[in-house]
């Protein structure tokens, strides 16, 4: 035992001060031979190479990166995955707006006389047209329960109340980018009272970019350039702005209006490892403090605005290990089409899964530049069997963590 935590210990050792540059500037430092990536970081890489294989049946566009100690040991791509790639993330976007909020209330704290307990549906953090408020039970929503998902507003089954998995009716379209605008966002009905009930509400998730708008006095995504993705080295990213079928929300070329604050980011895949990165050090960078580090501590625990499901500030952790053989203070956000980013502080691990449809390729949704060829190799591919994928969320992180040489 003594000898291992000696090995635990040298290991967390070599990552210690050690920030990635960016991308242009050489990027992570990497290693490449199995015996070296054996002896620095304890993983068996025949055991990644299993989970890639695996990834390969979960979407039709994808790879699988994983840092250990600060060494980027693992970085596979299939399809239309590719490093430069920036395909539309879908859900993974809800984490960024999350570390913004915190973000805004390091830099504005007398805005948020209660911290995150601020009542926040009320003229001083939203625009006036929406008030008054359609329910006056939205009056008692707090900033940490929209974070959360337990404001009581309605998105898509099951619900969870106290622990307990419930189906209820009637519960909204909650899946698409009209979601995350502003109209949608600030009319959604409540299905039980705020703190009462947790519900994956998308809508939910676009009220936080909307406080970031107002109290910042710039788009969400400005905002995230100067203080979060310039400071990290990102490389090219936005968001997929373009939604010329959307009835509302959106301008005369199809752009919508504002920042979307439920999903759609895109975002490179050394970047996302960069963003993992800055959560396994609980918000720091170098020698800056991007995020408060209790704001990040939260986003990988149980968090008293939602004691109904293992959700904190849009991120699902694992406290109460509901995923097995994964450490208890592991946690991710995932996105539809298969992605996910993890984060495991106890084995400093850093974990993304890339995945993506063709339509979240499609550069017409960000008209960003895309950078390399896709081969066509994935055109006719069918996911595989059910029973054999399951949860390629979890599963995929299990084996991930298998791969540690005990």
């Known amino acids: 035992m003594r000898l291992l935590t000696i090995f635990t210990t040298a290991l967390c050792a070599v990552a210690a001060g050690y920030f990635p ?19 620095k970081t304890g993983i068996d890489i025949k055991k ?37 790639a920036l395909p539309e993330l879908a859900s993974c976007g809800k984490a960024f707006t999350s570390v913004s909020i915190g973000m805004l209330m390091k830099q504005k704290p007398s805005t948020f006389p209660q911290g ?12 006036t047209q929406y008030f008054p ?19 009581g507003i309605r998105g ?27 109209d949608f966002a600030m009319k959604q009905s409540l299905w039980c009272a705020p703190g009462d009930c947790y519900s994956y509400a998308t809508s939910s998730s676009h009220i936080p970019a909307m406080i970031v708008r107002t109290q910042s006095g710039m788009e969400m995504e400005d905002f995230m350039r100067k203080h979060l993705t310039t400071p990290l080295g990102f490389g090219a990213w936005g968001y997929a702005m373009y939604r010329p079928k959307l009835k509302s929300g959106i301008d005369a070329n199809g752009r919508m209006f504002h920042t979307p604050g439920g999903g759609s980011i895109a975002v490179r895949s050394t970047d996302m490892l960069r963003f993992g990165y800055l959560m396994l050090n609980k918000g720091r960078w170098g020698n800056k403090q991007i995020i408060p580090a209790d704001f990040a501590e939260l986003c990988g625990r149980m968090v008293k605005y939602n004691l109904h499901y293992h959700h904190s500030f849009n991120f699902n952790v694992n406290e109460n ?15 539809s089409g298969g992605y996910a980013i993890y984060v495991v502080p106890s084995l400093n691990l850093v974990v993304y899964k890339m995945g993506g449809n063709e339509g979240q390729y499609d550069p017409a949704l960000t008209r960003l530049p895309v950078k390399y060829e896709y081969d066509g190799s994935r055109a006719n591919w069918k996911p595989g069997d059910p029973k054999t994928v399951g949860d390629a969320t979890g599963r995929t992180l299990q084996m991930v963590v298998g791969a540690i040489i005990k």
């Open 21 to 39: 540059a960016p991308d242009s500037k050489g990027g992570w430092r990497t290693l490449t031979a199995p015996d070296e990536i054996k002896a």
């Open 321 to 335: 290990g509901n995923l097995a053989n994964v450490p208890r203070d592991a946690f991710w956000k995932g996105g």
């Open 48 to 84: 990644l190479d299993e989970a890639f294989e695996y990834a390969q049946l979960t979407s039709q566009h994808g790879g699988l990166l994983v840092v250990r100690n600060g060494y980027l040991i693992y970085e596979r791509y299939f399809g239309r995955g590719h490093r430069e």
């Open 156 to 182: 898509t089954n099951p619900v969870y109340v106290s622990g307990k998995r419930e189906t209820w009716d009637k519960p909204t379209e909650d899946n698409g980018p009209w979601s995350t605008t502003d």
């Open 116 to 127: 995150l307990d601020t009542k926040i549906m009320n003229e001083k953090y939203l625009p």
């Open 133 to 151: 408020l359609d329910d006056p039970r939205k009056s008692e929503i707090s900033l940490g329960q929209v974070l959360a998902m337990s404001a």
